[in-house]
């Protein structure tokens, strides 16, 4: 009996955790914001603010959803699901601590990008089914730019798989014990970081919705519940990349003294608080721009990484 | 790509700056003392009234928000039997005070006056009439005015000379 309630649990504590991380995002990112502009942010409601979370959602539940007449009915209400299943669906084989993970899959690696992946019909699907220019534009160019970085977010991933010879995230993890792959596996990591932050669509890579130029590109047209899933969804997804960045490149729970679960949340938080970092700090740059730097640069590098990588763990076997 | 990291350091640094806000409920903030806030209407260094009901400012104002009512007093000197300001469509320009020949009307840096009741926004004289002298105190129209007025004949007031006698200009 215990044994069938244990994968439940799991189950329930991981939700719990990513969806009022998620949640709570919208008040961390403020307040962290606030304080790299010399602000305050949020501190108003209920202890250091932190009811703005409770305030903002009830607001978001409590407004009017509204399906614009020109749209394409099941398309418009299917994408904010898909952005919100995928993020979650990845998070089942992220392992918070030794073994404690949803699903310990032996290609987990490919399963996590997979998912994320799968993301991106999100929010080309809500453009599309928009039915409105800037909408469409928004999905556009989220289509260009996710076939862009997701090439060499693969391929940067690589060389990680072939130092821990594992897919398993907790076999890749493991193989950290010695020293943390970001010290061998630097390129990877950093090419790895440029392509997570454009996978999640965020400053400085939020073309999609670029809001001095598409309005809001692809939730242009959502409200209510809608637009709150597509905010969920990206929060989650920053979530996502930077627990991967935690678990691939950073030792995910391993560290001295404190329990692993805790030091998996040092390292994701900290990869969290770098993304609100970078929008704060960092414009986002032309179309032709992102899509040059994906291709001429960061994917070669990748290929390179690749290679060097593989020539010498065989030089080394 | 360094300047990319340069910003991100730059920004970063401004996490241990002063902070810019004010908390204002509980802080509040320096407000100049030309400030154009809530409108009074001052009386001289004398007690009396400034305001002589000439018009002037409920000409001026754009949005025709001041309407008084002239009359006068025993002595011939005008006042404003009413004196009504409408703050719900008050724009804080500060017209009326530059049109006030009198300095009587006047703005002041205060700007706390929210009112759940819209009716409550209208201003009576009452409202507005404050005991001091305001931002010149000692400015006092009917001493300098080559006005008579009860008490005060031409020629007496200040810096005036006494009239001319014209029988005196006779060639």
């Known amino acids: 009996m215990m044994a069938n309630l244990y994968p439940l649990l799991i189950i329930a504590v991981v939700l719990f955790i990513v969806l009022n991380l998620a949640a709570g995002l919208i008040w961390v990112e403020r307040r962290l914001l606030a304080l790299w502009q010399d602000r305050y942010g949020p501190n108003r409601v209920g202890p250091f603010g932190l009811g703005q979370v409770l305030a903002d ?24 699901g898909i952005i919100v299943a995928t993020a979650l669906l990845s998070f089942a084989v992220i392992p918070l601590a030794p073994g404690f993970v949803v699903a310990d899959l032996n290609i ?8 994320s992946s799968l993301g991106v019909y999100s929010v080309v699907l809500a453009g599309w089914a928009s039915n409105n220019k800037y909408s469409l534009l928004g999905g556009i160019r989220a289509s260009a730019q996710m076939l862009s970085y997701e090439v060499f977010m ?10 821990a010879g594992s897919f398993r995230l907790t076999d890749i993890v493991e193989a950290q014990h010695k020293v943390w792959f970001v010290v061998p596996q630097f390129l990877g990591f950093v090419l790895f970081l440029i392509a997570g932050v454009a996978e999640t669509r965020r400053l400085p890579f939020d073309l999609a919705e670029a809001e001095s130029e598409l309005i809001a590109g692809f939730h242009s047209e959502y409200s209510g519940m809608k637009f709150g899933m597509f905010f969920v969804g990206e929060y989650m997804a920053v979530i996502l990349i930077s627990a991967a960045l935690a678990l691939l490149y950073f030792g995910g729970w391993l560290g001295p003294v404190l329990p692993a679960g805790l030091w998996f949340a040092i390292k994701t938080l900290a990869f969290i608080c770098l993304f609100i970092l970078l929008r704060a700090a960092l414009p986002r740059p032309r179309f032709d721009q992102l ?3 994906g291709w001429k640069y960061l994917l070669p590098l990748a290929l390179i990484n690749i290679l060097v990588t593989g020539a010498v763990v065989l030089a080394l076997r | 790509m360094l300047s990319l990291l340069r910003s991100l350091w730059e920004v970063f640094r401004h996490a241990f700056h002063k902070r810019e806000t004010i908390q204002y409920p509980e802080e509040k903030p320096y407000l100049a003392p030309r400030y154009r806030g809530r409108i009074i209407l001052t009386r001289d260094p004398d007690g009396g009234e400034r305001c002589v009901a000439c018009n002037l400012c409920a000409v001026a104002c754009p949005v025709d928000c001041i309407s008084l009512q002239a009359t006068e007093d025993e002595h011939g000197r005008r006042y404003p039997e009413f004196f009504r300001i409408n703050f719900s469509r008050c724009i804080f320009c500060g017209f009326c005070e530059e049109a006030c020949p009198t300095y009587a009307i006047q703005l002041t840096p205060d700007f706390e006056m929210g009112e759940y009741n819209r009716q409550n926004l209208v201003y009576e004289k009452k409202d507005l009439l404050v005991d001091g002298p305001g931002k010149y105190p000692d400015y006092n129209f009917w001493r300098i005015a080559g006005v008579a007025i009860g008490g005060k004949d031409k020629g007496q007031a200040e810096n005036e000379t006494a009239p001319v006698d014209l029988h005196s200009l006779l060639p």
């Not at chain 1, 959602?57 to 398309?75: C, H, M, N, Q, R």
């Not at chain 1, 987990?108 to 998912?115: C, I, P």
């Open chain 1, 108 to 115: 987990g690696l490919l399963f996590l990008l997979a998912m």
């Open chain 1, 154 to 163: 693969g391929l940067s991933l690589l060389g990680v798989v072939i130092q």
């Open chain 1, 291 to 293: 899509m040059l730097w």
């Open chain 1, 57 to 80: 959602s009830v607001k978001l539940f409590t407004k009017e959803d509204w399906i614009p007449p020109f749209a394409d009915k099941g398309v418009f209400v299917l994408a904010p």
